[in-house]
T-cell receptor, first 114, second 117 residues
Framework: NAGVMQNPRHLVRRRGQEARLRCSPV?????VYWYRQLPEEGLKFMVY????????ESGMPKERFSAEFPKEGPSILRIQQVVRGDSAAYFC????????????FGSGTRLTVV | AQSVTQLGSHVSVSEGALVLLRCNYS??????LFWYVQYPNQGLQLLLK??????LVKGINGFEAEFKKSETSFHLTKPSAHMSDAAEYFC???????????????FGKGTLLTVNP
């Protein structure tokens, strides 16, 4: 997991609040991927971003979820008006280019909605 | 569309015994295949991957996997289990060369490996 930094490691939010998850990719990597792991499930793809662009958001819920990867700073996964079902581990990965098969993940942010 | 099936959500072995974790996949295009390991409260670490070439792939920590196209399988093995191998293991597939969504991994549900002393 060296290099991909995610924070916070744990996040507790009350229903209706906003959650912001941050991902700093490996230095020099311009491709970022977000995955969600629900309890007793494998990871599921959410979104693929390059600097300032969303390439594929086919795995993102249609409402309340958004992601960005600005020119400067970390990638942000934002969940508005959280609900209990959003409780999960959210993992970020990065790669130098699109053909880096088998990218490595960060340690994740574990979101708990109470 | 792609999918991954990991047979056995929980596998228990004795220290020193053979480890065999099963993975079958379905893919409409030639796949790339991966095994990841996840230790408690940590992220996923890539163990090994098959893209092209030799079908027997060696990874870190003494693990290896063999791509068998005829059986659509990519089982993970290790000759002798160590206590430190206790973790959850995930098999994943992506579209291979030329696939438009080759960056997108589809994961199995995982197999929890317990190693008994």
């Amino acid at each position: 997991n060296a290099g991909v930094m995610q924070n916070p490691r744990h996040l507790v939010r009350r229903r209706g609040q906003e959650a912001r998850l941050r991902c700093s990719p490996v230095k020099g990597h311009s491709h970022v991927y977000w995955y969600r792991q629900l309890p007793e499930e494998g990871l599921k793809f959410m979104v693929y971003l390059q600097k300032e662009n969303i390439i594929d958001e086919s795995g993102m819920p249609k409402e309340r979820f958004s992601a960005e990867f600005p020119k400067e700073g970390p990638s942000i996964l934002r969940i508005q008006q959280v609900v209990r079902g959003d409780s999960a581990a959210y993992f970020c990965a990065s790669s130098r280019d699109r053909s880096d098969y088998g990218y490595t993940f960060g340690s994740g942010t574990r979101l708990t909605v109470v | 569309a792609q999918s991954v099936t990991q047979l056995g959500s929980h596998v228990s072995v004795s220290e020193g015994a053979l480890v065999l974790l099963r993975c079958n996949y379905s893919s409409s295009v030639p796949p790339y295949l991966f095994w990841y390991v996840q230790y408690p409260n940590q992220g996923l670490q890539l163990l090994l991957k098959y893209t092209t070439g030799a079908t027997l792939v060696k990874g870190i920590n003494g693990f290896e996997a063999e791509f068998k196209k005829s059986e659509t399988s990519f089982h993970l093995t290790k000759p002798s289990a160590h206590m430190s191998d206790a973790a959850e293991y995930f098999c994943a597939v992506s579209e291979g060369l030329g696939g438009g969504s080759n960056y997108k991994l589809t994961f199995g549900k995982g197999t929890l490996l317990t190693v008994n002393p």
